[in-house]
């Protein structure tokens, strides 16, 4: 499944940046995210528990950032695991100034999700539609935490 999207949040970039890489942040306006440890250099472990339609799982995995460049673009890799199935994603985020507005970033993402097991094969109708649901709460608690 494809993700893409694009938001506008309502300060600097070098905030936003420093925003999303704080762990802690993430763990609190992440939908579904329970715990996120740093494990290396811009590695971390994951635990989440998401609902989709009927199938309900909590998943173990790992979370890597890659290809940083502060403060306008990085790379997420996700890898999750559980009973339920197994969720692969890619992620690439794109941060820049709005130059119309002071202080306002336009973020732009797009990536893609492959899921498989039970869950992808009871989930898969809804996917799109749960996929823009996190990624709109995310996005909201983002600005409520700004």
């Known amino acids: 499944m494809k993700l893409k999207g694009d938001y506008r949040i309502n300060t600097s970039p070098e905030k936003l940046w420093d925003l999303l890489m704080d ?18 250099q811009n590695k971390y472990t994951t635990l989440s528990e998401i609902k989709i339609g009927p199938v309900k799982g909590a998943f173990k995995g790992e979370l890597e950032i890659i290809d940083q460049v502060p403060p306008s673009k990085f790379t997420l890799v996700l890898k999750q695991r559980s009973k339920i199935g197994n969720i692969n994603a890619n992620g690439f985020i794109y941060l820049k100034n709005d130059s119309s507005v002071t ?19 009871t989930g898969q109708r809804v996917m799109g539609a749960v996929a823009k649901t996190l990624t709109d709460e995310f996005f909201n608690s983002l600005s409520m935490e700004i």
């Open 103 to 121: 202080d306002m970033t336009e973020v732009h993402f797009e990536g893609e999700v492959k899921i498989s097991g039970l869950l992808a094969r």
């Open 23 to 40: 762990p802690e942040v993430l763990t609190r306006i992440t939908p579904g995210i329970k715990r996120l440890e740093k494990n290396g």
